[in-house]
């Protein structure tokens, strides 16, 4: 096995796994907050792949102004969500919760089919498509913005999370969530929050992705369980282990494709993703959870 | 609560009695002919079902306005099945037994195609498969016939092809559906067949957004050519990866994507150089003026365009083909539908979007190589390859 192969491996799988990860931070904010997987994430990478779309073709704008509206539009989507389908419920059990988010993916997804059809449409490239050699390998200008998008999440998440109010605030919430009631925190508010968030990262993930990919109104649905399992292997925690889940997750898969069957690539996410919840529910890095009981 | 239920009963008994009547009459009035569709309009499989449903309604229009086939008006009896074989099953018992078609086109893919079979052949109905699968019509099923041109056309177009251009070993780089286990047999029979080496072979997901791990591998094999089979998107993805790894190596692709949409799609620049087997109507403004399809082939897009403002498909004719098919027996024949059936067997030369359709009792499918030609991209549109 020569080592250019192997670098190709890597590098593929690396920027696949940075997809994962963004998809699976907005799992695990969500989860963090509210206490529910948000089935619906994968839609909003969806929306953010359409909307841009729309905003290129049908608004013309320039790229640049794409993307922010582009976001916006998805954001509003998961505002919309969160009010009309998770809060009006009555009795939000974790169960109801996570059937009106399965619910509401293929309601969006519906949605979807009727406004863009079901073609798969193209997006262009953000600066080109030449492709960049690394020792033997290459990879396109494309994958550098994803690796450096990526990186800017992480970062604002971080800050976001442990040097602002409503950050420890959320962070609190997900602890628990009645003694966070208690000390004055709107709890309800935070949720919001969540889904804000977590909607307009799904949505620059489908953005960034898109030119290589290609969007059309069923993508959501693969890469919303890829984010999952990349979530599940980082132990569903909304910082560095939902990252480092997603890369693993992604370069195993190339390296499986590569090295072992293109026929087993999936098969092998979803048998990491049992194993993961077989051996350490807790995740890859996660310690085991006795403080919350 | 006893009287209750008594007129619950009553009042069914009545409404089925009513509806009965209705039907009795709806169908005892008509001199029409009913021609009975099962496409699957919804769900994975509506990018088939879709352009067909259309077609067929267009050309029903399109008759009846001309007055109908001799003195007879048409009326097209269209079931959306959703691609599922249950519910096509279900919906063929409908189409025979309440709206008495006399003979059905589709369904759209080879499931639904395989499922309904014993329905027809129970009800003696004549049915036209938009379906591709091989199994439709190899075995012949006396009142089964198909209009796509089967798998193994395609790929041993692409095989001849390369016999010219002395092309020796092949990796093959399929999807996981139907479509693609179906074309990697064929190829995997015909290359051992016609003495090709099969030196690599690769599958893909049909949702798969990454396929430099294979083509890295691929790489690493040196094949003289690759042949990718599948449907969008993953074929443009493909030729996108290509273009990245920098491989020089031909690649083929199947005639599933031989539509402008994936030249769009993989970018005109990815897309340079890539040959395909192509059904006439995606290339029909670069065959040559004498080309016996070439009106009709204008006709039909042209037609398609104005009316729903995008461009005709491949899919589209399949149920064109269909139509003009079981039209034709209808004239010449009759329309009780074992006149169908014998007028369709019957078909000589008849000239449609898929090809020249010549039919006999051991060929319900009835074309040839000659239903595709050899395309290759240059500067984002199809050149023909001689």
Known sequence: MQFDQILQYTLSGLSTGAIYALIGIGFSIIYNATGIINFAQGEFVMLGGLFTLSCLEFLKLPLWAAIPCAIAASTLVGILFERLAIRPLKQPTPINLVIITIGGSILIRGIAMLVWGKD???????????????????????????????LIIIFLNKVYFYHTISGKAMRACSYNRRAAGLVGIDVRRMVLFSFIISSAMGAVAG????????????????LGLKGFCAAIIGGMSSGLSTVIGGLILGVLESLGAGLISSGYKDAIAFIILLLILFIRPQGLFGKSNSERV | MYLGVKMKKMSLLLVSVCLSLICATVSFASGTIRIGALFSVTGPASFLGEPEKKTLELLVKEFNEKGGINGRK??????????????????????????????IIGPSTT????????????????????????????PVKHWVFKTPANDHIAAEKILNYMASKKQKSIALLTVTDGFGASGREQIKALAKKKGFAIVADEVYGPKDTDMTAQLTKIRGIKPDVIICWGTNPGPAVITKNVKQLGLKTPLYMSHGVASKKYIELAGADSAEGVMLPAGKLAVYDALPKGDSQYKLLKGYDQTYKKAYGTEASTFGGYAYDAFLLAANAIKKVG??????????????????ISGVFTMSPKDHNGLDLSA????????????LLK
């Open chain 2, 74 to 103: 048409l009326e097209a009896v269209i079931y959306d099945t959703g691609g599922d074989a249950t519910k096509a099953v279900q919906l063929a018992t409908k189409l025979i037994k309440d709206d008495k078609v006399s003979v």
């Open chain 2, 372 to 383: 595709f030609e050899m395309v290759k991209v240059v500067k984002g549109d199809w050149s």
């Open chain 1, 120 to 150: 798969t449409h193209s997006v262009p490239p953000f600066s080109g498509d030449t492709p960049i050699a690394i020792g033997g390998a290459t990879i396109l200008p494309q994958h550098l913005w994803i690796f450096a998008i990526t």
């Open chain 2, 111 to 138: 499931g639904e195609s395989m499922a309904v079979i014993p329905v027809v052949e129970k009800w003696k109905i004549p049915m036209i498969s938009c379906a591709a699968g091989i199994k439709i019509t190899d």
């Open chain 1, 207 to 222: 953005i960034i992705i898109a030119p290589l990919t290609m969007t059309a109104y069923d993508v959501g649905v693969m």
């Open chain 2, 335 to 352: 329309s009780t539908p074992e006149q169908i059936r014998a007028g369709i067997e019957q078909t000589k030369k008849m000239v449609s």
